[in-house]
Structures are given as C-alpha cells and as structure tokens.
C-alpha cells in the first residue's frame, strides 16, 4: 500500500451467528489505532463481503466468527477473493476457532487467526507491520 | 476510640494501586474498605426485605427456599440432531439434572430450514438442535414426560412456531395442554438490543410476543411464555447494573404490551420469569439477584396495581457467565463456574445453569458438561448454604449494595422513558451504543491490567495444557438436509401452500396467529417456510451498526 494513506480495513462477521461483542471491540480498537474501520455488519455472506471489500478499496479483510463454521466460510471468501483477482487483498480472522484448525485455515492464505483471549494490540501491531512490508 | 479516624484509615489503605480503578466492581461502583450499621441506617427491615416468600421478596420467594427444594438444576440437552439431543436430556436426567436447556443451531435460530443455502457449514453449530419441522420436535421429546420435565427453549424469534411443534406433539401423544410445563425465552426485546437473532421490525415481533403470551394464558397456564433476559445483554458487555435495569425495564415492557393486548395484570404477569447472569462478582451478584425482586415487585404493585402476589415475585434462572471464561489455561473456568454458582445460590436463584470450563474454545465434551452438573450437586449437597434462608440478609455490604444497585436502575429507567420506552430507545441506539462502550471499557481494563484475569494477564503461562475437545460430527448436516428433502416431498402440496395462505393472512390481520401455525406444522410446513412467509408481510429489521 502507498505510505501516508490511512490503513483502510473492513471488519466483517460472516454467518447467520450475531455474536457482535468481539466485533465490535476490535473495529473501535483499529479506528482508534488511526486506521479506517469499515464495518460490514451482520449476517454476511462470503461474495457480500467479497464484493464490499473491492468497492472499499479496503487493504485487509477482518473476519470474525465463534459460530464453529469457519471451515465452511473462510475458503470461501479465499476462493472469491482470487476469482476476483484480489488475493493481495490481507484477510486475518478471529473468534472461537480451536488450535487444530489454524493450520489449514493459514494454509489457504489466511494472514493470521486471533483467538480468544487475543490482546487488541496485538491486532494492531499485526497489521501494522504486515500492511507496511 | 476515634470512630472516623479508623475509618479512615481503613478506607486509604491500599493493597493494590489501579489508580481510579482500585476496589470499583463490574459495574464501576466503589466499594468501600468497611461498610456498618451507617450503610444501612435507612434500611426497614419490615419493608424493605421482608420475610422470605413475602412481599417485597428481598429474602427470596419461597418461605422455605431451599429447605424444601434446591433450585433447579439446569444444564444444556442440546446437541445437532433431535434423537441426539433427546439421548443426551435422557443422559443429563439419569445423572441429576432437574431440569434441561435446549440451544437452537444457528439455522434454526435464524428461521432458516436446514437446507436453506444460507444454512451451509452452520446446520447442528454451537451445540444447537436443529429443528425443521414437527418431525424433529416429535424426536426431541420422544419418551420424555411434557408434564413432569420442565424444558427451557432457548428460542426467541421464532418462538411462536416453535410453540406450535410443541403443542401440536403433546396433542399428538394425548397429553393435556393445561398440564404442559416449561419455558420459551420467547424474548425478543433484548435481540434488538443485544443477541441479535432479529427477523422482523420491533413491533410486529412485539405482536408475535403477544399473541404467544395470550396463547399460554388461555390454553397452558404452567408454561412459561416469556424469559426475560438479562444474560445476553451482559454477555455482549452491558455491566451488571446495566443488565438488571435494561432487563427489568424489558419486562415492564411486556407487562404494559400484555395489558394494552386487553389482558389484565394478574392474568399473565405471574407467568412472566427471568434469566440473569452470574459473573464474576461475587457480591455485586447477590445484591443484583436481590434488587431485581425488590424492584420487581414495588413496581408491579405501584405502577401495574397487580393484586395477585405471585405478580409480583420475580422468578429466575441464572447461568454461570460464558464472557468470563479463558481460552487460556481453560481449566482454570472450574473455579470461576464454582464462585458463580454460588454466588447465584446466595442470591437466591430458581434454576441454574453451570458453564463447561472448555467452552471458551468449543463445544463441551461428555466429561466436562458432567463435571459442571457436579458442581451444582456439591453446591447442593456438601456446602451447607442451602441450610439456612437467605444467610447474607442484614450484612451491611450486601444491603447497601443492593440499595445501590436499585438506586442506580432508576437512573436508567428515567434515561429510557426520557427516549420514549424501550422500542424506541432501542431505534435510536441507545442500547447499542450503552452496551458497546462497556464492551470495550471492559477489555481496555483486562489489556491495561486494571482488571485481573488469572491465566491471562496475570500467571500466564506460554505453554498451554491441551484439553481434549468434543469433535463435531461431519456427516451430519448432509443427512439432516437429505432427511428434510424427503420429508417436504412425501407431504400434502397443496396442503402445505394452503396454510402458508392462511398465516399470510393472519399475520396482514390482528387475530392470534396461534390456531394458524398448529395446523401449519401438523400439516408438515416447515419453519423456514413459515418464517419465509412472515417476511414478506412483517418486512426484515436492519440495525444501524454502532461500535
């Protein structure tokens, strides 16, 4: 990404689950970390948030979910993302996601899985040096 | 003996230094180093608390508490498939439970069928039952008595549907409405403002609550219509003194509905019951378990002019607080269940359900939803707090803070009359914007070391014991779906659109909306296509997005 520009990330919850509170806390702890929080909101599906991410020209792509259907709905919008040729697009991820499932999910791209217990400065400190390379 | 200056010093004493933070509880009150007999000067022991089982209910509702009958038992009987869940019930009651809480899959909580395209990786999610269509409630409460085991569905929008399949089983199997117990949480107020499993606007889903409440009032007077919950509102980050006045003025929300529906007071508010978190304070619990009665039942005689006193008692379910559990050195969630629990207890609880300690990280395993059954027998059983009533009466802390705890809910009340009532402070974010600051006020104290979470941001460890977690089984959606297919094709067509007609019908129109989907789900229809149906008429509710 161009320096000087603010980080521009879409946070999304993917799923029928409505479980905000993580959500929430991690999009108000970017937005006052100085970047640009875009929230898609609830109930989303992988091509809205697909879709949502290239017409924000967004630089990363913040999933949460603590439904247990992240191995449904991450490859998914991994798959959309390079059908629309936006794989340069970072997506990380959190929630409720047990430790023999981070491997595969970061094996189709995935940057990193924040899981709970996940201080938010470690979210910032992340996209700051990943976002800046 | 200088008095004042002992004080004092007591008060300035410090052993931990969290700046303005130091000794504040869940709910940002300071708590002072002693409290005496000046805390509760102005307490009339008489009115104020009263005696147990007598108005206004401080001491509890029962005159024998749990001398005569410990609480009730309640633990999760849910699992992805009906005849799953049914064996687990089966289980949890062999092995003590008193009573059962079933959690809807994300699907069904949705009001989507199995094989809606948007049900796809989610169908048995979370521990949930997922249940399309009277077939499956036939399965979940095959062998269980719908007169004797009181289940508690955790189910809110699509409550009246689920009512339906209830009902309709237990016509079925010759079993009386009149004798049919349990509990539909059946609260769609606190949706909006926290759980958010919404379909429709505010008022027609208000209008389904009704409809529901009449329902029960006519035809199963042991059935609980309405839970009001205060549990998710804490659960999304609204603090204790927030969750008792949001949930409480939800409830005098419904009493007003119920009235306005031509019902009167005493008809349906003795039906009315509560669900309240157990956090991890552990005196700021008991003072809100006790403030809630209190509250309750001075409003309900003063404001509602309830004549009945079971009107005015407030009866509640609690649950161990899933927010506070670690992911980090899970087990260590055993500890923090057992205080909650007991905490609970001592303030006074119907019901309780205890948390797995491995549920920060997944759905629980056999052993450790057991190990939480056994924490409330121990409770129970070998603690001896059950043989005395309401032990904490009269100690200057717990009454003082359960004045404050009251003082403070009125502030509250007055800021949602101030915004119109609840439906319209919840259009205008106020709840959203309440809860999300908590939230986040909550974590910026647990990263800045300002709130102590043990294994965490104190004695953490980098190397993490592994617990075995509960596999998910991943056959069973593809048969849950091929199981639906067939059902909806060996069913009467015409039938099915028939009574789909007839609930467009009723839901343009103002009659109960009942009789309707009891035909409906006897006729095999399903609820996604009940639900899909009242879409179309009611309209779908978006919220603005608030953090």
Redesign the interface.
Known sequence: MSRGRKKRILIAKP???????G???V???LRNAGMEVI?A???Q?PLQIVSAAIDEDVDAIGLSIL???H???FPKIMSFLKDRGASDILVFGGG?I?K?DLENLKSLGIGEIF???T???AIIDYLNTTLER | MNNQKDRETIESGHRRSNGEDSFKNLSGFKIKALYGPEDISHLNPETDLGLPGEYPFTRGIHKTMYRERPWTIRQLGSLDSPSRANERIRQLLKMGATGISLCLDMPTIMGKDSDDPLAEGEVGSCGGVAIDSIEDMRNLMEGISLDEISINFVSNSQSAVLLAMFVAVAEERGVPLEKLTGTMQNDILKEYQAQKSYYFPPRPSMRLTMDTLSFCNKFLPRFNPISISGYHLASAGATPVQELAFTLANGFTYVEEGIRAGLSVDSFAPRLSFFFKAHNDFFENIAKFRAARRIWAKTMRERFGAKDRRSCILRMHAQTSGSSLTAHQAENNIIRVTTQALSAVLGGTQSLHTNAFDEAVSIPTARSEKLALRTQQIIAGESGVINTIDPLAGSYYVEALTDQMETECYKYFNEIENLGGVISAIEKGYYARIIADSAFRYQEKIEKGKRTVVGLNEFFEEEEIDIQLREADPGFEDEKVSGLTDFKKNRDHALVKACLNDIRDVSQGSDNIMPALIKAVKSCVTLGEIIGVMKEVFGEYREDYIY
């Open positions: 799923g029928l689950d409505g479980h905000d509170r959500v929430k806390v999009a108000r702890a929230y909101g609830l109930h599906t439904s247990g259907a191995n449904t709905i409720t047990p023999k899981t709970t217990g201080d938010t400065r």
